[in-house]
């Protein structure tokens, strides 16, 4: 018998590098169809072909035995697609009927004039169905995460979707509305939708889907039935062979107890969370998307304020109120958003590299910038770091990614820092600029820093750090030494089970 | 040479808009050359200049200031009241804390409620005019006995009248200001990306107080020179003064969008607004055309400015 989707071929390429390479496989009618991958391995850019967002390059896709070109987002809806996407299509302005409705608003034949009460009557039916208890009449913005996913599922179903997508619903959800969600999806499979669910993590796979399709670096690796799986076995899909982790790093980690962390809490954002960094030690920090590691490391930093627990800095106690006193203790912060919160576009290489610098130097020279020091500042961070630039007073927008990070990088060692934070400190640079970085970091723990990294590339988690801790739903689920590095394990805690 | 021809084709092109211009009006209207025409331009000049000094501080961080006219007619009034009976210094010290406060509140409503410039702005704009209304109590304050402050306006310092040399002076220090302290780093660096020196440790809400603030002050001297022009204390004066400023300071090449301003540019195009006005009175031009003259050159300099903030975006995107 003929599969009700069947995906052959597809290719998607991005500037040359491929995103999606030769991916086929079928998906049954009626059932909720699992789709794995680590970050990066091409889910999402699937779900895109899928939604019209992207068109891919190559390959087909049929639906019911017909051949289905998909152009764009409208094209997918005529084939009875919706997508669900991690962020949200509703408008936070218009109330949950409105939204629902909003590209098939009910109108009186004639004049046009909206049915406000039909529609909202149509909404309340739909939603009593799926047993969402939200008001048809509430603003969108006034609902819950979990609330608002709901509201999605309502309008897919309200346009008759026969195939529906869900990419990583689960991401932002508690446990309780993890629940809720997983009602709604069995539901919808009795009523003989299909659905096809992207996610990370194991638990809900293992309770809601009937087929899992596994994705590894834009190739297609494997589809079994869920009975013929089990986690361990899933894991090694995603994964793939073992990386080779036994690169001769120099370890520089000492005894000295540099930053002590414990039990920071936040209020439905991260808790109980403990850790201990250790002078010229590399520390990384393991986890999937909206695990709550980077809020955790904000926190500490002083960029927003955790409700109770301590943080020791060498073994006194520090509660930064500002960036500006974590770094007047000595502590400093690298974003994974180089061009949102890291770089100041309109100025100089020379100004970005001594933008804090140059305050901490307020002091001593009152409020005057001292040219002379600027350049040599610069100098001796462009020699630390061979930064490569026309003049010192080109703009830094015209540096490539590489070069960005490292000015970003010589911003903050400029001043006599105890512990680096660094999120992602390789994200968006070339592979020539990330060995650069990682023998930075090297250098840097030789020194006596202590470094705390963020890494969502497990390869390069176990190849630059000492240690590394994992967070899931934002907790520490898992600490591991670099002897015991190991991608499974990685995963394995990152996905919430602890062993 | 090339290099600095390119480095600075911006001031240079309005420059040379300037000296056609000139040379334009001057042959339909030989007055136009003459010395006395000349001074008058340039203290026509500093009125709008001075304020527009502190207004590219407000765009560099990130802001703008709509009520900088209302300033100037709370100033005037102010200065009016007191002077005549404290004295010229204590109505002088009066102004300078008035226009503290009123950048301070200017600055809060923007940080602290989180309201845009624009609309915080165009409130107190309001607000603070209906306060000098009312202070003046509808009328006109007037300065008679005041001789000595007619020197603001008219008074020489070695032949050079004395708001030529207070623009002078604002020029010296804002330039010292923006481009050789911390503070003017900072300032810029909260213009340029926020959330990038928040993370740097900087206390970004205090840069844009900061710089409301420097924006008001200016406009205390700048309300000094209208105040003593018209020997009055009036709460009518300054109307169409945050647009004067805002078009100066755009046209000066000062990005809107933050984190580049441009004082050179900013000097430049209030001569160069200046002389247009001028130019249009002496040739008989009605005072109607004027502002339609002053609006298309505000397009004009927003899509001049918009080019180079595209420019600026794309090369962002691009390279990061």
Known sequence: MESYIQIRNIVKQFYGVYALKDISFNIAKGSVHAIMGENGAGKSTLMKILGGVYQADGGSITIQGKEQRINNVNDSAACGISVIYQEFNLISELTVAENIYISDIPRKTFLGFVEKKKRSANAKELLEFLEIDVDPDAYVKDLTVSEKQMVEIAKSLSRNADIIIMDEPTAALNEEEVKKLEDVVNMLRKEGKTILYISHRLKEVFDMADTVTVLRNGEYVDTKPIGELNETAIIKLMVGHEIDSSINRQSYATERVLLEVYNLHLENVFAEVSFKLHAGEILGVAGLMGCGREEVLAAIYGLFQYDSGRVLLEGKEVSFKSPKDAIAHGICFLTDDRKDEGILPQMSVEENTTLISIRSAEKKLGFYVDPKSEAEQLKQMTDFMSIKYANPKQKISYLSGGNQQKVLLGRNLLLDNKVFIMLEPTRGIDVGAKEEIYSLLSQLAKEGMGIIAVFSDMNELIKVCDRAIVFCDGKVTGGLTREEFNKEKILTFAAGRKR | ?320
Do not use: C, W
Not at chain 2, 95 to 107: H, L, P
Not at chain 2, 225 to 234: D, L, P, S, W, Y
Not at chain 2, 240 to 252: R, S, Y
């Open chain 2, 1 to 320: 040479m090339k290099k600095f021809i390119l480095k600075h084709s911006d001031n240079l092109s309005l420059g040379a808009v300037i000296i056609m211009l000139f040379i334009g009006f001057s042959i339909m209207q030989p007055n136009m050359m003459t010395a006395f025409n000349i001074k008058n331009i340039l203290v026509q000049v500093s009125l709008t200049a001075i304020a527009a000094a502190g207004m590219t501080f407000a765009y560099t961080a990130g802001v703008f200031d709509m009520s900088i006219g209302s300033i100037l007619a709370l100033v005037s009034v102010v200065v009016a009241k007191t002077a005549t009976t404290y004295g010229f210094f204590i109505a002088l010290a009066a102004a300078v804390v008035i226009a503290v406060m009123v950048g301070v509140v200017n600055g809060l409503i923007v940080t602290k409620l989180g309201i845009q410039a624009f609309a915080a702005t165009l409130v107190t704009m309001i607000l603070i005019r209906g306060i000098a209304v009312l202070i003046a109590n509808g009328a006109d304050i007037p300065l008679y006995s005041m001789e000595g402050i007619k020197f603001i306006s008219s008074g020489t310092i070695a032949g050079i009248p004395f708001p030529i040399i207070l623009t002078v002076l604002v020029y010296i220090f804002s330039y010292i200001l923006y481009y050789t302290t911390v503070f003017g780093m900072k300032l810029r660096s909260v213009g340029s990306n926020a959330d990038a020196s928040k993370i740097s440790g900087i206390k970004t809400n205090r840069m844009v107080i900061a710089a409301f603030v420097l924006t008001a002050v200016t406009a205390v001297l700048s309300s000094l020179i209208k105040t003593a022009q018209v020997m009055f204390g009036k709460s009518t004066i300054g109307e169409d003064f945050a647009l004067d400023v805002m078009t100066t300071v755009i046209l000066g090449g000062t990005l809107v969008t933050g984190g580049k301003g441009n004082l050179t540019g900013t000097l430049i195009a209030s001569i160069l607004i200046a002389v247009i006005k001028n130019g249009l009175n002496i040739n008989n031009v009605n005072s109607y055309y004027q502002q339609l003259i002053i609006g298309i050159i505000l397009i004009f300099a927003l899509i001049v400015n918009g080019i180079k903030t595209m420019k600026n975006e794309r090369q962002i995107r691009r390279e990061g």
